[in-house]
T-cell receptor, first 112, second 113 residues
């Protein structure tokens, strides 16, 4: 049981490049989330998916898109990366019956 | 607009001391208040959580104190150890939709041996 996994662990992009961050969970959880973590800002919700087939915007969705591919996988796409998107990105999941969210190990993204 | 305000930003205590981290919120619809612990290079992990129908919850050396009328809650770490050195985040959630969490800005705790 791996929990929540994220790939890649590190990535460097040039401004304007695109990429997709992958997230998968093996806990049969209904809800999944994408956060970004910046110094002094805590974790801010980018997008979430309450259940398979649904996605909604969080606090800071601009510049991102998401896909809930199936119950296990929730990907985050940056279509045209900007230096302001330099951050650590965390994926999380929640079973739906409780409030607890389980976090992945994160992806450190640098946009130059 | 930060829905949950957290202080202090950083905290240094001696081993055995009792660090206290404070959080405040405005939205009275929140009904779940967790604390997450994060070690460098790792994702946050749930440490302890409280519902607003109780004023205190203890789990081992960790205690949450909750003041509903003041809309404040705090984390106390008894007999702190160097292994407690981490960043701590408070958060709040309401039972609606996908149980979204609103996080505080974090407190970096250092426990000196």
């Amino acid at each position: 049981n791996a929990g929540v996994t994220q790939t890649p662990k590190f990535q460097v992009l040039k401004t304007g490049q695109s990429m997709t961050l992958q997230c998968a969970q093996d806990m049969n959880h209904n809800s999944m989330y994408w956060y970004r973590q910046d110094p002094g800002m805590g974790l801010r919700l980018i997008y979430y998916s309450a259940s398979e087939g649904t996605t909604d915007k969080g606090e800071v969705p601009n510049g991102y898109n998401v896909s809930r591919l199936n119950k296990r996988e929730f990907s985050l796409r940056l279509e045209s990366a900007a230096p302001s998107q330099t951050s650590v990105y965390f994926c999380a999941s929640n079973p739906g019956q409780s409030y607890e969210q389980y976090f992945g190990p994160g992806t450190r993204l640098t946009v130059t | 607009q930060q829905q949950v305000k957290q202080s202090p930003q950083s905290l240094i205590v001696q081993k055995g001391g009792i660090p206290i981290i404070n959080c405040a919120y405005e939205n009275t619809a929140f009904d779940y208040f967790p604390w997450y612990q994060q070690f460098p290079g790792k994702g946050p992990a749930l440490l302890i959580a409280i519902r607003p129908d109780v004023s205190e919850k203890k789990e081992g050396r960790f205690t949450i104190s909750f003041n509903k009328s003041a809309k404040q809650f705090s984390l106390h770490i008894m007999d702190s150890q160097p292994g407690d050195s981490a960043t701590y985040f408070c958060a709040a959630s309401r039972r609606a939709g996908a149980n979204n969490l609103f996080f505080g800005t974090g407190t970096r705790l250092t426990v000196i041996p």
